[in-house]
């Protein structure tokens, strides 16, 4: 049984969205945004603040594969929704005030999308949640709707986002555990991008299948942080909760409760299921494997090339010590 901790912290470092200026040049983007928000708003506008919302703000953000940075913005408005009755018109006047040469901007269901174009591809992006405020309560409406969205689809949802990253973030009383958590959270992450393609659980749906099911794991005797352990334990707990339908059901921990998997078709959970099967299997079999290149080729085949595998002479070392030796070697 190899001791694979090494292995997990190198692959977190690489996939982690922790490097200084990644950080930097993401809140840049940010607050020139919010910057050119207050300047070309329109004078009728209410005023607005804004808070960090996402990964980035609950610290379990991963660095993109494809290049394309994201941080999530929430864009608080001094009104109610009896201000304005159509959900679109604020993020209209969003979408109007940051209008620029190089920024691509739409406007999605729950969100302004104001992507940065860098040699004709798409270089960062910046997912603004327009909200307004509900008379003598503390959460939020969030504005639903496409730009071209018929009433029906154009509509004020309860919302509670800061709760959510208090919840996240707070979670767990000791400071390694909650670290271990955003380290799972962030594995199958990269885990989903590799193996599914689409269909795919949302990044928050993971996020809070932690939050629901994670536990810390350490070596009883050494104290170590136990990563492998600790996410086989996770999923085997996310597999446990599929229903007898086959459905794996993850409300939001705060308004509006939604169950979070609930655009997922079923044949997107059965994907889901399936890998998730898969996943589990591997790390089990991963935890078994006697030599420790092995084990990290079983979870470089999950997670990806960036999930490190030793060179065998050096697993050979490690077997001879335990009294075997890998085949063609020596003990």
């Known amino acids: 049984m190899p001791n694979l901790q090494k292995y997990f912290l190198e692959f977190h470092d690489k996939i982690k969205l922790g490097n200084f200026d990644e950080a930097q040049t993401?809140?840049?983007?940010?607050?020139?945004?919010?910057?050119?928000?207050?300047?070309?708003?329109?004078?009728?506008?209410?005023?607005?603040?804004k808070f960090d919302q996402g990964s980035y703000a609950m610290h379990t953000g991963t660095y993109p594969k494809d290049g394309n940075y994201d941080i999530d913005v929430g864009i608080v408005f001094d009104c109610t929704s009896d201000?304005?009755?159509?959900?679109?018109?604020?993020?209209?006047?969003?979408?109007?005030?940051?209008?620029?040469?190089?920024?691509?901007?739409?406007?999605?269901?729950?969100?302004?999308?104001?992507?940065?174009?860098?040699?004709?591809?798409?270089?960062?992006?910046?997912?603004?949640?327009?909200?307004?405020?509900?008379?003598?309560?503390?959460?939020?409406?969030?504005?639903?709707?496409?730009?071209?969205?018929?009433?029906?689809?154009?509509?004020?949802?309860?919302?509670?986002?800061?709760?959510?990253i208090d919840k996240i973030k707070n979670h767990l009383n000791d400071d390694n555990d909650r670290a271990q958590m955003r380290r799972c959270i962030r594995y199958l992450k990269r885990w989903r991008g590799k193996k599914l393609i689409s269909g795919k659980p949302f990044s928050i749906g993971l996020t809070c299948a932690a939050y629901y099911w994670f536990r810390p794991?350490?070596?009883?005797?050494?104290?170590?942080?136990?990563?492998?352990?600790?996410l086989f334990s996770l999923v085997e707990a996310m597999l446990n909760n599929f229903d007898v339908y086959g459905w794996l059901t993850i409300d939001?921990?705060?308004?509006?409760?939604?169950?979070?998997?609930?655009?997922?078709?079923e044949t997107h959970m059965q994907t889901f299921k399936e890998k998730l099967e898969e996943l589990r299997d591997a790390l089990r079999n991963a935890d078994n494997e006697d030599l420790e290149d092995e084990a990290c080729k079983l979870l470089q085949k999950q997670f990806g090339e960036e999930f490190p595998v030793p060179e065998r002479k050096d697993t050979a070392k490690i077997a001879a010590t335990a009294g075997f030796a890998p085949a063609g070697g020596s003990a």
């Open 26 to 49: 993401l809140r840049d983007k940010r607050d020139i945004l919010v910057k050119n928000l207050k300047e070309n708003i329109d004078d009728n506008a209410p005023t607005f603040e």
């Open 83 to 164: 201000d304005y009755d159509n959900s679109v018109e604020l993020k209209k006047i969003v979408k109007n005030a940051l209008t620029h040469g190089n920024r691509s901007i739409r406007i999605r269901r729950s969100c302004v999308t104001v992507e940065y174009i860098k040699n004709e591809e798409v270089d960062y992006h910046v997912d603004l949640a327009i909200y307004v405020k509900r008379s003598g309560e503390e959460i939020l409406d969030l504005a639903k709707g496409k730009e071209f969205s018929d009433s029906e689809n154009s509509y004020y949802e309860k919302s509670d986002p800061k709760g959510l």
């Open 217 to 230: 794991e350490r070596d009883a005797f050494t104290g170590e942080d136990k990563d492998l352990s600790a």
């Open 252 to 265: 939001l921990p705060v308004e509006p409760y939604t169950d979070l998997n609930d655009k997922m078709t």
